[in-house]
């Protein structure tokens, strides 16, 4: 849509080809229907939020279209916007439908021409480039064409992952696609108990089969029927795919206090036993982890909850600070691409010029959004990237068509 708007502004006819029946779904469904549309802060410093690779070909895009510009085209539409504390920007009304609705009204006053239940079944080209693109028996020639069509996770919403074959068809490489920003099915599922707890405050840990920590991120981490989710699990997911894919088995744990060492909470333990020894581990226990949780991690340890602070013996208090930093909870078993919020892998970047979006392998094709080689974190990031390289991509297939035709 941005792209469309962008080079329909420029002067160009443009044509918008959507598959479903309405515009934006994915849209409509993001941030539980209220859409983190961007984050705040400055644009380098959202930059620096993804992987190396991906920061220096987002940085021309980043500067021609910003967070700000995207907030201000929202308001020119009567969409006010507002930012929460963490950085994430939300509409006031928190309707992800106003967004919708504010990028349709911007493509219709420049000039697009918008058909939905238009799923494209191919893109033709020739030696010279791009010809054209067919939607069912009708074939639309054109010597410019944008991919804008998104990645391959929530099938339901149409992003099916035709993109990336219809590049590879024409020429170009596909990165591997991963899931990204997705929950993680564990083996064994938590306990029913458990469904519906959230660890506040503190980290997930990936573990290889010796133990050792292979990732980790500091974020709230909730347990549902099929294993984990939340800000934690999905801002890991990506890191442990590939990490699955050079070992057998990978193990979650819980850091609880992951401002804490070992040291600080032993000394801690120490301290009440002086002055409240008579507290019971499990009323100590409450204060530091979910309340639901006291009695699993009680008994993996092997320690009655009802034992009194001083009644602790040393190996006790050792294992209770050593589970409280790093307290399994299951293996791996599945992440699934299609739950992932967004897919990691897709069109490589050195094959798309990152100053004009146009394919290096294929002329009058140009490429945007998901369908790149670009996963960023939660919170407003891979849409700001695909705003910003839809941009850039309908800029540059405006001007080039312009200068075709001078």
């Not at 895009?61 to 967070?67: L, V, Y």
């Not at 088995?249 to 850091?255: K, M, N, P, Q, S």
């Not at 892998?345 to 490429?367: F, Q, T």
């Not at 990237?385 to 080039?400: H, I, L």
Request: glycine share 10%; net charge neutral; charged share 25%.
């Amino acid at each position: 849509m941005i792209a469309a708007w962008r080079a329909g502004s420029l002067g160009a006819p443009v044509i918008l080809l959507e598959k479903n029946s309405r515009l934006g779904i994915k849209i409509l469904v993001s941030g539980g229907g209220k859409c983190n549309v961007t984050h705040g802060g400055t644009m380098e410093e959202m930059r620096r939020q993804f992987r190396t690779a991906e920061a220096r070909f987002l940085r021309h895009s980043f500067h021609c279209f910003s967070n700000t510009d995207v907030r201000a085209l929202l308001d020119e539409k009567g969409v006010a916007t507002y930012e929460r504390p963490n950085g994430k920007i939300f509409p006031v009304d928190e309707k992800a439908g106003d967004i919708v609705h504010a990028f349709r009204r911007k493509m219709e006053e420049s000039g697009v021409e918008i058909r939905c239940s238009s799923p494209v079944s191919g893109i033709r080209r020739d030696e010279h480039g791009v010809l054209g693109v067919t939607v069912r028996s009708e074939f639309i020639p054109s010597q410019r064409v944008i991919l804008a069509t998104g990645g391959a996770s929530y099938k339901k919403t149409g992003t099916t992952g035709d993109g990336y074959i219809w590049a590879q068809e024409l020429g170009h490489s596909i990165v591997p696609l991963r899931a990204a920003l997705a929950p993680i099915e564990t083996s064994p599922v938590p306990p029913h108990e458990w469904q519906g707890i959230a660890v506040r405050g503190g980290s997930l840990l990936a573990l290889d089969r010796n133990r050792k920590i292979i990732a980790r991120y500091s974020a709230d981490i909730l347990f549902t029927h099929f294993g984990v989710s939340g800000p934690a699990v999905l801002e890991l997911s990506s890191e442990i795919v590939r990490a699955g894919e050079s070992t057998d088995r990978i193990t979650l744990a819980v850091d609880f206090i992951p401002d804490q060492t070992p040291e600080q909470i032993d000394r801690s333990i120490v301290d009440d036993i002086r002055t409240n020894g008579a507290q019971e581990i499990k009323t100590w226990l409450d204060y530091r982890i979910p309340q639901r949780l006291v009695p699993y991690f009680c008994s993996s340890i092997g320690i009655d909850g009802s034992t009194k602070c001083r009644q602790l013996k040393k190996e006790d208090r050792r294992a209770i600070v050593r589970t409280l930093k790093q307290w399994t909870f299951g293996d791996v078993q599945r992440i699934d691409i299609d739950r992932g919020e967004v897919t990691s892998g897709g069109i490589a970047l050195n094959e798309v010029d990152p100053k004009s979006m146009r394919s290096r392998c294929v002329p009058g094709l140009y490429c945007c959004g998901e369908v790149l080689d670009i996963a960023g974190p939660v919170g407003g990031y891979n849409l700001q990237a695909a705003f910003s390289t839809g941009y850039v991509a309908g800029e540059s297939a405006a001007r080039d068509t312009a200068s075709a035709s001078a």
